[in-house]
């Protein structure tokens, strides 16, 4: 079965300065795709960006950017000129890619980093 | 489109009662999960379903049910509440097997005591 780690609990980071939070996973799998979620204190899961494993470029969204590292199983986010708005729980998330086998589109999370912005 | 929505937003339940979670969602995608999120965790699969009449458990299935009559609705019943379901739920939809992306609901909030 897949793991997904997030070994940080919380972080926090200067306004506009940048950050970087950690996600590792374990999977036997070559093919699959990995997401970063944000929960903000609505608690609305908010996709951030995802990767797909068998891209070798990184993902970038706007001040979202990854470093995807494959062989290492390593999945961080970088966010850059952090906002008061990025303030949130960040979830790294794990989902196989076998899609001829009914339900392979689940899910799976790590424990969650909770992001602090200082103003 | 209203997306993914479900009711309540909270609800305090005693030991021993049963409830329905609601979760419904206009997109018309076939797929749709039931998730958990224990205080300080990250969220774990109770149950999905890939199209009306088709559910299957997840990694928590034990003290749920669930019934996919529409491929709009997609109903969590707890029968004979415990403490250890008190949680916030989250129900979710997609599109496709390929579709990357899973919309979640807003959530709702369970306390049993």
């Known amino acids: 079965a897949q793991t997904v780690t997030q070994s940080q609990p919380e972080m926090s980071v200067q306004e506009a300065e940048t950050v970087t939070l950690s996600c590792t996973y374990d999977?036997?799998?070559?093919?699959?795709?990995l997401f970063w979620y944000k929960q903000p204190p609505s608690r609305q899961m908010i996709l951030v960006i995802r990767?797909?494993?068998?891209?070798?470029q990184n993902a970038t969204e706007n001040r979202f950017s990854v470093n995807f590292q494959k062989a290492a199983k390593s999945f961080s986010l970088k966010i850059s000129d952090s906002q008061l708005g990025d303030a949130a729980m960040y979830f790294c998330?794990?989902?196989?890619?076998?899609?001829?086998?009914?339900?392979?589109?689940?899910?799976?999370f790590g424990q969650g980093t909770r992001l602090t912005i200082n103003p | 489109n209203a997306g993914v929505t479900q009711t309540p937003k909270f609800r305090i339940l005693k030991i021993g009662q049963s409830m329905t979670l609601q979760c419904a969602q206009d997109?018309?995608?076939?797929?749709m999960y039931w998730y958990r999120q224990d205080p300080g965790m990250g969220l774990k699969l109770i149950y999905y379903s890939v199209g009306a009449g088709i559910t299957d458990k997840g990694e928590v299935p034990n003290g749920y049910n669930v019934s996919r009559s529409t491929t709009e609705d997609f109903p969590l019943r707890l029968e004979l509440a415990a403490p250890s379901q008190t949680s916030v739920y989250f129900c979710?939809?997609?599109?496709?097997?390929?579709?990357?992306?899973?919309?979640f609901g807003p959530g709702t909030r369970l306390t049993v005591t």
């Open positions: 998330a794990y989902r196989s890619a076998k899609g001829e086998i009914q339900g392979a589109q689940k899910l799976v």
């Open positions: 979710a939809s997609s599109y496709s097997r390929q579709a990357y992306e899973q919309y």
């Open positions: 997109m018309n995608h076939n797929y």
């Open positions: 999977t036997s799998e070559s093919d699959y795709y």
């Open positions: 990767q797909e494993a068998y891209k070798q």
